[in-house]
């Protein structure tokens, strides 16, 4: 009888960093009520200004015409369940049972830094939201296996050449649909048309639902309200037909339920064309856990210590404050995206600046990289900079040896698993419970600060133990509950 292929891998893929638990975690997610006290509005606070010298959001990289933009990440959706389909073919011709877990996301997020970096040297005069270019936002379409697939596979068991090979084909045939989409995108360009697109939208008691043909995406209501704030904010004025809101709470539960009429909801087809896009781009993108955040709690004591109003990586459902960072550009700025922020040109004196990368080697280590970079030109201008990196505790990073080791160290907190959790990176999503997840690994939290940050905020002492303690009771009320967990699927 033929062995049953199993899903593993032959070598371990981190090295592990041993922290022992405080026992913070388990106190904390023992106490009742955590459910009622855990809602979407605690989530996010929108009055905090941007860090000096951040500027305003960038619209040039969003489609003119939102109806367009989401026709083309339908075409985009459709490409991206190809490519998981053949990589599982793939991997099935090459004697596996399935790809390694989380392997289709750890390749596209490599092969996108690769592209990312290769832009950074060569930067195009503008860049285009509809891929009109032959690049894609969301598709790997550069050279060479940036995304470390080819590892990945070995790691499970497949020979060198079956590894390298079904890495290049992967590549090449995300490199054919992002020249598809490219046309698709000039056509549209050239025509002035919407590609058709249909969106329709549903609401529910505590849930939205919007629509095109069959792909849909769902939120919460409180979600919906924080995007609809976040709309007015940041998109295009013309597409929010309505005058400037009097309160800054106005986009609440309540004015939102008063929107059951065709004419309301008319008034705001762009605008859901660009939320619908913005998730549909999330939702195609899966690995929920690459997109968790730091809890309210934590960013909020780093915010009364050392004056952190900003997330290098976050989206514009699990960003704390209005201004923020992000993978998609294109579809995050009506929201509040700055970008990347591997293309973060300028920060003023007193910045303080939050990097929490998704747990991909090769994102950490550039990540690292670029606070380093930005440290020493702080430094070296007098400037005050902070930057506070949350990464897991893997031993063979070789960004975080770096940081360590920098003189910019102030503060080092080591986390046990059971110690501390996460905002889950599907925490808008209806029927979402629980914003909360366990961390899979021990993290470490650095603070980072440059000379002029550090006489204004020094760590030492006693300032340092008491944001230690604080953090670290911060990080253990986002321990999901035994109640959370079963909900979960995880006991």
């Excluded at 992002?178 to 046309?183: F, Q, Y």
């Excluded at 609401?203 to 919906?224: C, E, I, N, W």
């Excluded at 709309?231 to 309540?254: L, M, S, V």
């Excluded at 990586?313 to 929201?335: E, G, I, L, Q, V």
């Amino acid at each position: 009888m033929q062995a049953k292929k199993r899903r593993i891998t032959t070598a371990p893929l981190h090295d592990l960093l041993a922290v022992a638990s405080t026992g913070e975690g388990a106190a904390a997610a023992a106490v009742p009520g955590r459910r009622a006290r855990a809602t979407h509005d605690d989530l996010y606070d929108l009055s905090a200004s941007p860090p000096p010298g951040v500027g305003s959001v960038c619209l040039r990289t969003v489609a003119r015409n939102a109806a367009a933009a989401a026709s083309l990440e339908l075409l985009r959706a459709t490409a991206v369940g190809k490519l998981r389909r053949m990589l599982h073919a793939l991997a099935v011709q090459n004697g596996l049972q399935a790809p390694p877990q989380l392997a289709f996301e750890r390749w596209r997020f490599g092969c996108k830094l690769a592209e990312e970096a290769e832009a950074v040297k060569q930067p195009r005069k503008r860049p285009h939201a509809g891929a009109v270019d032959g690049s894609d936002s969301l598709l790997p379409c550069g050279a060479g296996d940036g995304g470390g697939l080819a590892a990945d596979l070995r790691r499970a068991g497949v020979a060198v050449n079956g590894a390298a090979a079904a890495a290049e084909a992967l590549l090449s045939a995300s490199r054919a649909e992002a020249a598809a989409i490219s046309r698709a995108a000039q056509r549209l360009a050239s025509s002035g048309g919407d590609g058709g697109a249909q969106l329709s939208v549903s609401f529910h008691k505590h849930s939205l639902q919007l629509q095109a043909g069959a792909a849909f995406v769902t939120l919460q209501r409180g979600a919906y309200c924080k995007l609809v704030r976040l709309f007015r904010i940041h998109g295009p004025a013309e597409e929010w037909p309505h005058a400037a809101p009097a309160a800054e709470d106005e986009a609440t539960a309540a004015e939102a339920a008063q929107l059951e009429d065709g004419a309301a909801w008319a008034s705001r087809e762009q605008m859901h064309f660009r939320i619908f896009s913005l998730l549909l781009r999330y939702k195609t993108l899966h690995g929920a856990g690459f997109q968790a955040a730091a809890g309210p709690g934590v960013l909020s004591a780093l915010r009364d210590a050392l004056g952190v109003s900003f997330e290098a990586f976050a989206s514009p459902m699990n960003a704390r404050w209005a201004h923020f960072c992000s993978a998609f550009a294109d579809t995050d700025a009506c929201f509040g995206s700055h970008g990347s922020f591997f293309q973060l040109r300028t920060l003023g004196a007193g910045a303080a600046i939050e990097v929490n990368p998704p747990f991909v080697s090769s994102l950490l280590d550039a990540a690292a990289e670029r606070c380093l970079h930005l440290l020493q030109c702080a430094a070296e201008a007098g400037s005050a900079l902070t930057m506070v990196y949350i990464t897991p505790a893997w031993r063979e990073l070789k960004g975080r040896a770096q940081l360590l080791a920098s003189p910019y160290a102030r503060l080092k907190l080591a986390l046990a698993a059971a110690d501390h959790g996460y905002v889950d990176g599907a925490a808008h999503g209806a029927g979402r419970v629980d914003p909360y997840r366990s961390s899979p690994y021990d993290s470490e939290l650095l603070v980072m600060q440059s000379p002029a940050a550090a006489a204004a905020r020094p760590l030492d002492g006693q300032a340092g133990c008491e944001l230690e303690g604080t953090l670290r009771a911060a990080f253990a009320q986002c321990v999901p509950s035994e109640a959370a967990l079963r909900r979960q699927g995880r006991l």
